[in-house]
């Protein structure tokens, strides 16, 4: 059992170097104002996991090590070691967000006040890559060609629309 360890020093699977985040609102007056919210984030590590081509024991757990053949060679793979984090990189995450609010003067009771809102999320509708997938082979061992391939995305821009109202 002990093979389920090589390879396990690292980067983590969500390990980001850099995460930059930048936010704020202004209010332009006692009616209206306007927010943003930028996000950065550097790439994440990926490995390529298989079968252990050498320890029996961690063979029986199928395609849970750290070896396989990152390369997509098929035939009899010859599995190497990839240590985690060691075979492919997603993107840059890059996102911004816009919120508005208005609040508008009208006959309301006492210690009330309606707020309408409208929160534009990933504006610029960005579609980076957030995943991918690390399994290169299945659990005997023949090539995986879904290896690599993208599993995650930045979710596709979504508007919301609120009214709030305060008693």
């Known amino acids: 059992m002990a093979g389920l360890t090589d390879g396990t ?13 930048l936010f704020g609102s202004y ?25 252990h081509p050498t320890d029996d024991i961690a063979s029986q757990f199928g395609e849970a090590s750290f070896f396989c ?6 035939g009899p793979l010859p599995s ?12 840059w995450v890059k996102r911004l967000d816009l919120n508005f609010a208005f609040t508008p003067q009208i006959d309301l009771p006492e210690d009330m006040n309606l707020t309408l ?6 504006v ?18 023949q090539l995986r060609e879904t290896f690599g391939d993208p599993t995650g995305f930045v979710a596709p821009r979504t508007v919301r629309l609120s009214a709030r109202l305060e008693f």
Request: with cysteine.
């Open 27 to 51: 209010e332009f007056n006692e009616y209206f104002s306007v927010g943003a919210n930028i996000l950065v984030q550097s790439a994440r590590h990926f490995g390529c996991q298989g079968v």
């Open 9 to 21: 020093k690292g980067r983590l699977p969500n390990d980001r170097t850099h995460t930059f985040k």
């Open 69 to 74: 053949d990152p390369d997509g060679i098929d």
């Open 124 to 141: 610029l509708n960005s579609e980076d890559i957030t995943d991918r997938n690390e399994f290169g082979e299945f659990d005997n061992g």
């Open 80 to 91: 190497v070691f990839t240590p985690r984090g060691s075979v492919m990189k997603s993107e």
């Open 117 to 122: 809102g409208v929160d534009i999320f990933n």
